[in-house]
């Protein structure tokens, strides 16, 4: 290798530029092939570099979110579930309620796919650039327990700070004790106008008191933090799973 070369390669190195460093020499022969300016070539170069950072920086994105599955809302069936207004989801699914610091709840009975919209709408939100995590309502409360078991309170509180959007799901299916309940206000209390959230859940709000140790009172609380910038989707329908199962079993009789 020529010592321009190694000197140009070196550069590109220092710079942190291993797009343009990878690609400089096919993309030169390719335009000269073409008789393009060295304008052109220089675009084009940058223009791969651009593309490998962005790709690379949503990739760290998904990861650091820590979705359990992948799920698009390109294959959520909005046939299954008529009553859904597509448009509303879809105009959501532009995020832009997070530079709102508003939230998103969804809700309806277990299997409708509410949690499959939330990865969704997480998952379009790291595209776009934003920090995201995802929780379960219990991992959550887990989490909370034991930095206070390790007195890492305020790092987690930190941690959250910095994130845009966090999806929390499946709050109400599992009841939380006293000491649960006061770290779940404490982390609504800390996101409220601050961090946007996508909640899904089972029950209606009225039922929300039975989740928190039986405090109206502090149930109260939060839904007023919650529900003071939201939009709320409602799912109507039958389980998915339900429907897929007994279609499975009804094959199987055929």
């Not at 550069?11 to 291993?18: A, G, N, S, V």
């Not at 950072?53 to 359990?68: G, H, K």
């Not at 305020?154 to 004790?177: A, F, H, M, Q, T």
């Not at 928190?212 to 919650?226: K, P, S």
Request: one cysteine or more.
């Amino acid at each position: 290798m020529k010592y321009e070369q190694l000197l140009l390669n070196s550069y590109l190195k220092t710079l942190k530029l291993p797009t343009i460093r990878a690609e400089y020499k096919t993309l030169a022969r390719k335009c000269s092939q073409e008789n393009l300016t060295f304008e052109d070539f220089l675009q084009q170069l940058v223009e791969l570099e651009v593309q490998h950072r962005t790709a690379a920086a949503i990739d760290r994105r998904l990861r650091q979110a820590r979705f359990p599955m992948v799920k698009e809302m390109g294959h959520f069936k909005f046939a299954d579930v008529p009553k859904l207004n597509k448009k509303y989801v879809l105009d959501l699914y532009r995020c832009q309620f997070i530079d709102q610091r508003a939230n998103l709840v969804l809700t309806g009975p277990p299997g409708v796919g509410k949690t499959h919209l939330a990865i969704a709408f997480g998952r379009e939100a790291c595209r776009r650039g934003y920090k995201v995590r995802f929780f379960t309502a219990a991992e959550l409360v887990n989490t909370y327990i034991e930095a206070r078991q390790e007195r890492t309170v305020l790092k987690l509180e930190k941690n959250i700070s910095r994130c845009d959007l966090i999806v929390i799901d499946e709050l109400g299916y599992i009841p939380l004790d006293r000491i649960g309940a006061e770290h779940l206000f404490g982390f609504f209390s800390q996101c409220y106008e601050q961090t946007s959230l996508i909640v899904t859940t089972n029950l209606p709000f009225a039922d929300w008191p039975q989740v928190f140790a039986d405090d109206e009172r502090l149930a109260g609380a939060l839904l007023d933090r919650l529900t003071h910038h939201v939009h709320i989707v409602e799912i109507i329908a039958d389980s998915f799973r339900l429907k897929s199962r007994m279609k499975k079993d009804k094959d199987k009789e055929q």
